[in-house]
């Protein structure tokens, strides 16, 4: 089990290294789209792989989804990400399990966000779980997060 696991860190360390050698010479979009699809593409393969092949699910994941993020990101233009900071910024107050959609007519891109959990932090910050997917292209991204409210009122993402 120890070993397993030792594997599957290191695995998990070389995640990066991959992300960052798929950004150079790319602009802000494709860097995220890249990173994002990275990480969620690792987890989705270490879980698809399960315990014993964990370490080549995740490293395979990352790449798949690395390679698929920075194809959406690469073409997701400032229009696509005013539409999905209005919905994101909708889903902080909007009813558990309703998806917030948006869509860019001028060139088909679209996504949603939906809030799936709330709950508060041992220290009492008020946070929600969100799951997001974008399309653009065809070409579908998820991803998953958390965002939690600051005392000011303001959202920071936080996984």
């Known amino acids: 089990m120890i070993v397993r696991a ?3 860190l290191r695995a998990a360390a070389l995640v990066p290294v991959f992300v960052l050698s798929a950004c150079a010479d790319q602009g802000p979009n494709q860097n995220g789209g890249t990173a994002i699809g990275a990480v969620t593409g690792g987890l989705m393969g270490a879980a698809i792989a399960g315990p014993h092949n964990a370490g080549a699910g995740l490293l395979f994941g990352a790449l798949a989804g690395g390679i698929v993020g920075n194809a959406i990101g690469k073409s997701i233009d400032d229009e696509d990400r005013r539409r999905m900071r209005e919905a994101e910024m ?3 107050t909007s009813p ?6 948006w869509d860019n007519p001028n060139n088909g891109h679209s996504g949603y966000i939906t809030p ?3 709950g508060h932090t041992d220290s009492g910050a008020y946070c929600r779980e ?9 070409q579908r991204q998820s991803a998953y997060g958390k ?3 600051e005392p000011d009122g303001s959202w ?3 996984s």
């Open 6 to 8: 030792t594997n599957l």
């Open 156 to 158: 920071r993402i936080v």
């Open 130 to 138: 969100f799951q997001s997917e974008v399309t653009v292209g065809g």
């Open 90 to 92: 909708r889903a902080y």
């Open 147 to 149: 965002a939690c409210r």
């Open 116 to 118: 799936v959990r709330e």
């Open 96 to 101: 558990l399990n309703q998806a917030i959609v």
